[in-house]
C-alpha cells in the first residue's frame, strides 16, 4: 500500500461540521435548521433568466472575472445604494460564490506569517481560510449579549490590542453569522479608525445585506471615509435570491488589487456559472419592493422561530440581522453542545449547528446551538411538533 497523508494543511482543520449536521440530518430524515439555505423557490424573474441564457447556449466560459454585464450590475448596485463609485473592470471579480470570493481574496492579499483580525463567534470558513491562505488569526470576541435590549458587543480596547505590525486584514462579517448581529456605524468607525491608523486592509462579508430587521440598517465599511480604497467588499447571489446552489458571488476590490484576486480566482476556477451569470443580472434588477418583502418575510420567520424555540426551552439571542438565531442550551443538562446536536438531530429529527463549531476554542461555544430560519412555514411547523418531544424527553 503507499503511504499516502494529507497535507499539513490540510489536517489543521476538520470537515465542516455545518455540511456535517446537514449530512447527518439526511440519514436521520430530521427537519434541517442547521445549514443556513431556504427551502422555497427562488424569485421566478431570476429562474427564467437562467433557463433563457441555457436555451439561448450561453454554455461556454464567461470572461474569467465575470461577464461584462454582470461586472457592470455589480457595481452599479453597490453605487446606488452605497455611494460608493465602482468601475466594473477595475475592481469587480466574479467568484464562485462568496466562499470563493473570500479565499480568492485571502490567498491574493496573505503572505505567510500575515496575522488577520477576526470576530469570534465567526463564520467556520474563515478558519480554514486563514490556515489556506497561511494567515495567522488574531481573535476579538464578540461578548454575548446581558440583558434583553442588549446586543453582541466587542471591547475597542481589545480590538485595538489586536492590530500589530504583522496586522494585513480585519475580517468583518455584517450582518453576522452566526449571532445576527449587525455591526453600526459607530462601531465600524471604531474599525475604519484602526485600518486607516495601521494603513491595513477590511475583507468584509455582506451576504445578509438585504436581510435585516428592527430598523438597523446595513452600512459598508467601504461607504465610511477613508475605507473605499482599502476594503474587499464580498457579496453573493446566494442569500439574497435564495439560489445557493448556483454558486456565483463577487469581490469588489479596491483596483491595485483586483489583478491579484483575479489570478488567484483564475486558477482556482476559471469562472463561475456562465448561463447563471446571465441570472445574475436579472436578479440585481428586480424591484426594490422585493428587498423590502425579503426582509419583512425574514422577521416573520425569525419571530416564529425564537417563539417556538423558547417555548422548547432555549434561551435565544434575537438576531438584528442574517437568518441565524443562536440560543443557549444550559437548561437541557448535556454535556456538551456537539452530543445535544447528535441528540436532537437522531432522537428528535432537527438539524442545528453546535455552537463550538464558531470558536477557535471549542469551549466557547459548548453551551450553545445555531438554528437558522430560512425556511417555510410547514417546516417550521414541523420542526416545532418534533421539538415538543424534546421537551417531554428531558422532563421526564
Ligand atoms: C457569512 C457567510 N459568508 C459566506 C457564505 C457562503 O456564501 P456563498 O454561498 O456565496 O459561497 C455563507 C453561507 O452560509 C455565510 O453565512
Redesign the pocket.
Known amino acids: 500500500m503507499p503511504k499516502l497523508a494529507g497535507s499539513k494543511k490540510a489536517t489543521q482543520f476538520t470537515e465542516s461540521v455545518i455540511r456535517e449536521m446537514t449530512r447527518l440530518n439526511q440519514q436521520y430524515g430530521g427537519v434541517n435548521l442547521s445549514q443556513?439555505f431556504p427551502d422555497f423557490p427562488a424569485p421566478s424573474a431570476v429562474k427564467e433568466a437562467a433557463c433563457a441564457a441555457i436555451r439561448a447556449d450561453v454554455n461556454q466560459y464567461a470572461v474569467t472575472w465575470g461577464t461584462r454585464g454582470l461586472r457592470d450590475a455589480i457595481a452599479a448596485d453597490f453605487e446606488k445604494r452605497h455611494g460608493v463609485h465602482v468601475v466594473p473592470d477595475e475592481q469587480v471579480t466574479v467568484c464562485c460564490?462568496?466562499?470563493?470570493a473570500?479565499m480568492a481574496t485571502m490567498m491574493a492579499v496573505i503572505d505567510p506569517g500575515d496575522e488577520v483580525v477576526i470576530f469570534e463567534p465567526f463564520?467556520e470558513?474563515y478558519g480554514p481560510d486563514a490556515i489556506l491562505s497561511g494567515a495567522t488569526p488574531r481573535y476579538v470576541t464578540l461578548k454575548e449579549p446581558r440583558g434583553p435590549r442588549a446586543v453582541w458587543a466587542f471591547d475597542p480596547d481589545e480590538l485595538a490590542e489586536a492590530f500589530n505590525e504583522r496586522t494585513k486584514a480585519i475580517i468583518l462579517?455584517t450582518p453576522n453569522?452566526p449571532t445576527g448581529k449587525v455591526f453600526t456605524r459607530d462601531e465600524l468607525e471604531t474599525i475604519a479608525a484602526l485600518c486607516r491608523k495601521w494603513d491595513r486592509l477590511a475583507i468584509s462579508?455582506e451576504?445578509?445585506e438585504h436581510i435585516i430587521y428592527d430598523g438597523n440598517a446595513h452600512v459598508p465599511i467601504a461607504s465610511i471615509e477613508g475605507m473605499a480604497d482599502r476594503t474587499v467588499t464580498i457579496n453573493?447571489l446566494?442569500?439574497t435570491y435564495s439560489v445557493?446552489g448556483w454558486?456565483v458571488?463577487w469581490a469588489i476590490s479596491p483596483p491595485p488589487l483586483t489583478g491579484a484576486i483575479r489570478k488567484v480566482h483564475d486558477f482556482l476556477t476559471v469562472g463561475a456559472a456562465a448561463p447563471l451569470q446571465e441570472a445574475g443580472i436579472a436578479a440585481l434588477s428586480v424591484p426594490e419592493a422585493y428587498y423590502k418583502e425579503l426582509a419583512e418575510s425574514y422577521r416573520r420567520r425569525r419571530d416564529r422561530l425564537v417563539e417556538i424555540l423558547e417555548r422548547h426551552g432555549f434561551t435565544c439571542y434575537e438576531p438584528g440581522g442574517?437568518y441565524y438565531v443562536m440560543t443557549d442550551i444550559r437548561t437541557f443538562g448535556f454535556s456538551s453542545d456537539v452530543e445535544f446536536a447528535r441528540y436532537l438531530v437522531k432522537e428528535i429529527g432537527v438539524a442545528a449547528v453546535p455552537g463550538s463549531s464558531f470558536y477557535r476554542d471549542a469551549a466557547g461555544g459548548t453551551t450553545k446551538l445555531r438554528f437558522c430560519f430560512c425556511k417555510c412555514d410547514e417546516t417550521l411547523a414541523e420542526a416545532d411538533k418534533r421539538l415538543a418531544k424534546l421537551t417531554q424527553t428531558i422532563r421526564m
Open positions: 443556513g460564490g462568496a466562499t470563493e473570500m463564520y470558513n462579517n453569522n462579508d451576504i445578509y453573493s446566494s442569500k445557493t454558486r458571488g442574517a
